[in-house]
């Protein structure tokens, strides 16, 4: 689900750095406050596994292939959403940096897709209440505590993976990146990622329900006594943080749909051949052609072009811009073609 | 699980790469993120039609390679990653977007075909920048520099850690994954049996490991942020690369300089 740079217009790009720093700010606020400096090797060794135990494969029964693990459930089911979602943040960088899973730009979209929902949409509105809720009172504690982690992940990471991939999709679509109509797009990207969130969600569960077993107080919430603290957050009350989150989504990306991104970078660059000559305040009469030195110049350009014959007679035709585009286009290749070659030359004769 | 053992020898070979010394790697490692941050926005910046004045871009990362020294052959290798998530939301383009474009001789182009090359080209592009970045940087250098751009302590902190430890991960899941291997022949991954023991067993590991860690940490005088070896202040040329890279950049995002030589080439007659 890593989005590359080309996939994101810079505007969508940036709107996505904004609030996935704001979500980081909070986060480095709350750690900070807490004084918990000795979360931070554990969140950096927690992120490090997680990022190994990417590479795993999972046999899924039944079936000839594998699945793997996503961390923002399991992060967070560990450190917390806060300290969780910086350690993704970190996984996120690294993968883009050294991996080319992801990119520079795209990071801060990355970040939001998959640390933020996985961290914090998946800790508050379904880790914490699934957690704290009394929902098993028949059974023995225990019992009820691993049945509700085997909800939790799997819901959480279902639930996670359907917003961010809802996500990649409105942010391509807004980019203007691709012609595929936002309808067939999703109806391409959510089933994918229902099945890849209940594989996931089932090898987290195997995960968390390990270490429960193990160490269980490794894990955030659980020994939280159920029943005493009835519930802080009631069914009622996730109910209103979830509206108020779509309000506030659906709010940022309308206002943004208005924009036409499209529209804004014809605005800011000028695509246009007129654009072009109004930016640079260019005019092709004058395009200096007036001094003497330059109409020996074009006569001396005229007789060195290597396509002499080769001119259309109205060149202002888009024909006439597209051929003298391809020709550009291979001077350029050529050129770089030279200058890698040129390199490695003198880089041996440097050795040498 | 060959994967594992990629992994850890991509990084070692980034980390080697970083090591190596040359001009551009002797630039001030701020100075080469916000160039790489510009070359990256304006390239995306290109309006999906634009392949001619896209392709002019190609020049920065030849160019880099070229006086950096670092092979060309590794950023490739890295390209199986990106494109085919790029190549799958662009293969559509053709289909939906059939006007023609442009024409070359009775052969009509559509934009659909157009928008599509320019989307993987700028995917290929991205990545060359990035990897140039890192390819030229050590992590350190990285971080000095984020820290410079007051990117908080707690996170640079966190990226050097995690970077730190990234390995010695790969490392043990990899002789994890080995002795699992042998001892489960003809199995394609881990048995669904071993699905929560198999990275639980490491992750409980990992946490004394981190707990023993941080007190390493504080017997050697660990106050919540790690003390970076300076990086030596900007030089004039550090400034001028800046300036120049970025100003080329502009340049080439507001002429088509593809379609003025090719013009020049054709006989003048722009």
């Given amino acids: 689900m890593h989005m590359a740079d080309a996939l994101l217009s810079p505007p969508v790009a940036t709107v996505m750095y904004a609030a996935s720093a704001a979500a980081t700010g909070i986060s480095v606020h709350k750690l900070k406050k807490d004084e918990n400096t000795q979360k931070l090797p554990t969140m950096a060794v927690a992120a490090a596994l997680v990022f190994a135990g990417q590479m795993i494969n999972y046999t899924i029964p039944g079936t000839g292939s594998s699945g793997h693990l996503s961390g923002g459930m399991l992060l967070s089911a560990l450190l917390g959403p806060q300290a969780g979602f910086l350690s993704m943040v970190v996984i996120l960088a690294i993968q883009s940096l050294f991996f080319a899973d992801g990119g520079l730009m795209a990071l801060g979209a990355n970040c939001w897709n998959m640390a933020f929902y996985g961290c914090f949409v998946g800790y508050y509105l379904i880790w914490q209440p699934i957690m704290r809720g009394r929902l098993f009172p028949k059974m023995e504690a225990k019992a009820a505590a691993r049945t509700k982690i085997i909800m939790a992940s799997v819901i959480g990471c279902i639930v996670t993976l359907q917003t961010g991939a809802f996500s990649v999709v409105v942010e391509t679509s807004l980019s203007g990146i691709t012609e595929l109509p936002f309808g067939a797009f999703c109806a391409l990207m959510q089933p994918i990622h229902l099945a890849i969130g209940l594989v996931e969600g089932l090898i987290t569960t195997a995960i968390l329900i390990f270490v429960f077993e193990a160490r269980p107080e490794l894990l955030q919430e659980v020994n939280a006594k159920t029943g005493g603290h009835k519930g802080k957050l009631t069914l009622k009350k996730t109910l209103v943080a979830l509206a108020v989150l779509v309000v506030m989504v659906g709010g940022a990306l309308s206002l943004f749909a208005s924009s036409n991104p499209d529209g804004l970078e014809w605005a800011l660059f000028g695509n246009t051949e007129a654009g072009y000559n109004e930016n640079m305040a260019l005019d092709e009469e004058d395009y200096g052609i007036e001094s003497g030195l330059s109409e020996k110049a074009a006569s001396v350009q005229e007789k060195t072009a290597f396509l002499p014959d080769y001119s259309f007679a109205d060149s202002e035709s888009a024909a006439g811009t597209a051929v003298s585009g391809i020709v550009g286009s291979a001077i350029v290749a050529v050129a770089a073609a030279g200058i890698s070659v040129l390199g490695r030359f003198f880089r041996k004769k440097k050795q040498a | ?270």
Avoid at chain 2, 33 to 60: E, H, N, P, R, W
Avoid at chain 2, 104 to 121: C, K, P, Q, W, Y
């Fill in chain 2, 1 to 270: 699980m060959d994967r594992i053992d990629h992994a850890a020898s991509e990084l070692r070979e980034m980390d080697d790469l970083a090591a190596l010394s040359s001009p551009i790697h002797s630039i001030h490692p701020l100075a080469k993120l916000i160039v790489t941050i510009s070359y990256i926005i304006l390239t995306v910046s290109f309006s999906k039609y634009d392949l001619s004045g896209l392709i002019v871009m190609l020049l920065y990362p030849v160019i880099i390679f070229s006086i950096s020294g670092i092979p060309i052959k590794t950023c490739f290798y890295k390209l199986r990653i990106v494109l085919p998530l790029v190549c799958a939301v662009g293969l559509f383009n053709p289909f939906f977007d059939k006007a023609p474009l442009m024409s070359i001789g009775s052969i009509a182009v559509s934009g659909g075909v157009i928008s599509m090359i320019t989307l993987m080209l700028k995917g290929m592009f991205c990545l060359m920048a990035s990897f140039i970045l890192v390819a030229t940087t050590t992590m350190d250098a990285i971080c000095a520099a984020l820290r410079k751009i007051r990117m908080p302590g707690m996170i640079v902190t966190l990226l050097l850690l995690t970077y730190r430890y990234i390995s010695v991960m790969i490392d043990e899941v990899s002789v994890m994954a080995t002795a699992y291997k042998l001892r489960a022949p003809g199995q394609k991954g881990v048995h669904y049996s071993a699905w929560g023991s198999f990275l639980g067993q490491l992750l409980l590991r990992s946490m004394d490991r981190a707990e023993e860690m941080y007190s390493s940490m504080q017997l050697r005088g660990f106050s919540g942020e790690f003390q970076y070896a300076d990086v030596s202040p900007a030089k004039p040329k550090d400034y001028l690369y800046t300036v120049f890279a970025v100003g080329i950049f502009f340049l080439f995002r507001m002429i088509n300089i593809a379609t003025l030589f090719g013009g020049i080439a054709l006989g003048g007659s722009l």
